[in-house]
């Protein structure tokens, strides 16, 4: 006999009102448990939802574009009583103490309705409190409670917020729809502890322009990528000092290997392309200086040095630029790399990576080997405090033993956080990183 249950959203942390990117069943498939029946993308990554049970899907309560928050109904599945059985004992006992918790509540609301009725006056005594006492310079002004309820942040957000004792009303928020995020709660307190304005952003607005005017205009929005990843590198711009370090490699050597072995990298299902040489000359790099691979403290005056090694990588999609993560490249040789390297671009370009592909970062590279260009200045991935960018080889003369000879050069940008890495450090870094891949001492195992 089939019992029919309900697929909810199950618990993705803080996020709310999460967009629903693709709906992969439709009413009456038959589905096996663990089938992925939607795929949510928060601001960090796109995640699919299984369903916790096989069956045949009666009804779906959602579909693509929607917004879906923890326990909202997604199907409703046709079940055999033994899987129901299995799968739906424990969620029967719950439902019983949830339906007393809830009648409590409305007799205690009944209750205070009069209570609350002639409290209603008082809260207008903090907005008066706000305006008769002006904070002094680098002082936080008092948070106005009405108003930073009605602030559009997430739970953890708030919570920081509070712990710092920041007013979330007077926040400009970056995030999607003017989210406020954490970055926009520590920019607000950093500013007003250097004695600015809490009346709002930092930085004058750019002015309107009615395009139009002048000619044929097309508008087009941004990709969901670029929304999500815009602020954040607007944030790590303004935050960060950015300084970058140019320098040169000759890979002629390093070439000449890698085409020896991509064969044998093929045969292990790889390609052997120049970046997993350079996620291990990095590696070795973050190794013999470790300040690059450490991370400022939100204090301002501790650096947390890791002792692991996840190096990112930018990856090109349709939508805009992901950075999935090698963990521990320190562990790995150059063929599991590779391998690692074309698994992982593999599920960015189609939209598949989790949010766990993409955090733990210690380090990133950006290559635009494929396409072309010299030198370029690359954004920091914050909290990381340094990215490597690299642009196309080319054949150049060096003079080397008293004539010219053609050499493999790749040109390296390296920019990083001027708190932590001072420009003497940057130099040794990047001819430190230079000289791994010209002498490839430790790269091919």
Not at 73 to 79: F, G, L, R
Not at 230 to 237: I, N
Request: with cysteine.
């Amino acid at each position: 006999m089939a019992e029919t249950k309900e697929v909810k959203v199950p618990d993705i942390g803080d996020f709310e009102k999460v967009d629903v990117i693709d709906v992969m069943v439709g009413e009456g498939d038959s589905i096996d448990k663990e089938t992925p029946l939607i795929t949510l993308e928060t601001d960090k990554a796109a995640m699919d939802v299984p369903s916790p049970f096989a069956g045949k899907i009666k009804s779906l309560k959602i579909s693509t574009g929607d917004k879906v928050s923890q326990g909202d109904v997604i199907a409703t599945v046709e079940v055999e009583a033994a899987e129901a059985k299995g799968e739906g004992a424990e969620p029967e006992a719950e439902e019983a103490p949830a339906k007393e918790e809830k009648a409590e509540p409305k007799q205690d609301q009944a209750k205070q309705k009069p209570e609350e009725k002639k409290q209603e006056p008082k809260p207008a005594a903090p907005p008066q409190k706000r305006e008769e006492r002006h904070p002094a310079p680098g002082e936080l002004p008092p948070i106005d409670e009405a108003s930073f309820g009605q602030a559009h942040a997430s739970p953890s957000v708030r919570k920081f917020a509070r712990e710092l004792g920041a007013d979330l009303s007077r926040v400009e928020g970056s995030g999607r729809k003017n989210r406020i995020t954490h970055d926009d709660v520590k920019a607000f307190v950093k500013r007003i502890m250097q004695g600015g304005s809490g009346a709002g952003g930092g930085l004058p607005a750019v002015p309107a322009v009615d395009f139009a005017k002048f000619g044929e205009i097309e508008r087009k929005p941004l990709s969901r990528i670029k929304k999500i990843s815009g602020p954040r590198v607007h944030a790590s711009w303004v935050n960060l000092p950015h300084v970058t370090q140019h320098d040169d490699a000759d890979i002629t050597a390093m070439e000449s290997v890698r085409q020896a072995l991509k064969p044998e990298a093929e045969a292990h299902g790889a390609k052997l392309t120049p970046l997993a040489f350079l996620i291990k000359a990095c590696v070795a790099a973050l190794k013999e200086y470790p300040d690059f691979n450490s991370s400022l403290d939100t204090d301002g005056e501790t650096l947390i040095y890791k002792k692991y090694f996840h190096v990112g990588f930018a990856v090109d999609t349709e939508g805009g630029l992901v950075v999935p993560v090698i963990r521990d490249a320190d562990q790995k040789n150059l063929l599991e790399i590779a391998a690692e390297l074309g698994e992982l671009s593999d599920k960015a370009r189609k939209g598949k990576l989790t949010a766990n592909d993409m955090q733990g970062g210690c380090f990133s590279i950006s290559s635009l080997g494929s396409i072309g260009g010299t030198y370029f200045t690359p954004i920091i991935n914050a909290p990381e405090v340094a990215i490597l960018g690299v642009s196309r080889s080319s054949v150049k003369p060096v003079f080397q033993n008293g004539q010219f000879v053609p050499r493999t050069i790749l040109p390296l940008s390296l920019s990083y956080d001027h708190r932590v890495i001072d420009g003497a450090s940057a130099a040794r870094f990047t001819r430190f990183l230079a000289e791994t891949l010209e002498s490839m001492k430790g790269l091919i195992f």
